[in-house]
């Protein structure tokens, strides 16, 4: 059973709001979104056109060597930016 599916059985029947979770405190049960406390480096949201090849290329990398695309394009840039 998902998350969400957790969420939805725990809170049937109940009327829950934003604040309602805010007074009971978050955990990782409840807070299906961003998890801000966890949150180690201070991110910027950028969009950017990507060759499709490339992007191709990036995703089965991805997922060969378990890491997230922008971890990969993060590290590629700091060795970039270290010449």
Known sequence: MSTIDNIKKKTRGKHTTPATYISEGINEETNVGR????????????????????HQKLKVESATNGKKIYEMIEEALEQYLRK
């Open 35 to 54: 998890n801000e406390e966890k949150k180690e480096t201070e991110r910027k949201r950028v969009s950017f056109d990507l060759n499709k090849e490339l």
